[in-house]
């Protein structure tokens, strides 16, 4: 009986090139583009639109107003911004001329377009053609913080030959501004340093 041992089996192990360390081993074939339609995640698209255009147009309507600063040329009428025109400190007793900014008193003799609310407390009903009432931007924000300013309220008087109602929205008044500043006779409190030449009123349609 032979006590030759038999020779070692060949290994499967791919064949290693010298002492570099290299091995052969196969290649991933490459991944094939996918279409567009694809690769968009349409989910996120429709969420950016929903939530960032909303932020881009509230910029956008600032930055105009900012710019414009409450007074926009609307062909034969400036439409102001009764809000910004409104909003400022002024002392109630003893303000002159000067202390109203100055791009408001510009405005002198100027038609102008706004956008605000009625105040008639003297007006019976709606039925009843007025001669004169008030205009404020809103009757609940101008004052919410305090009590009511001379410079919230424009007074505003009918041209004749026009006819005006009293409406409970919002309003869209065409007229001539003046700025006059309006005291209480008997007080000396200042009562109000616009006033309207209205040449039309026009409820808005919610």
């Not at 060949?10 to 991944?31: I, K, N, T």
């Not at 002198?108 to 009843?128: R, Y």
């Not at 913080?145 to 410079?151: D, E, H, K, R, W």
């Amino acid at each position: 009986m032979s006590t030759i041992n038999p020779p070692p089996m060949p290994s499967s192990a791919p064949p290693q090139m010298g002492g570099s360390g290299l091995s052969y081993q196969p290649r991933p074939l490459p991944h094939e583009k996918l279409p567009w339609s694809q690769r968009i995640n349409w989910r996120v698209l429709v969420f950016i639109s929903v939530i960032v255009l909303p932020i881009m147009l509230l910029f956008f309507w600032w930055l105009n107003e900012f710019l414009s600063g409450g007074i926009h040329n609307e062909g034969a009428y400036k439409e102001i911004d009764l809000k910004a025109m409104s909003s400022f400190d002024m002392d109630q007793m003893n303000a002159t001329m000067e202390d109203i900014p100055s791009k408001w008193r510009s405005l002198e003799g100027e038609k102008v377009l706004a956008i605000g609310e009625m105040w008639a407390p003297h007006s019976a009903d709606e039925s009843e053609k007025l001669d004169y009432f008030q205009l404020v931007y809103s009757k609940t924000k101008c004052c919410f913080s305090g009590p009511p300013l001379a410079q919230h309220f424009v007074d505003a008087y009918v041209n004749k030959g026009k006819h005006v109602y009293y409406y409970d929205v919002p309003v869209k008044v065409w007229g001539t501004e003046h700025t006059v500043i309006r005291k209480d006779p008997q007080t000396g409190v200042i009562k109000s340093i616009y006033r309207f030449d209205v040449d039309k009123v026009q409820p808005i349609d919610n």
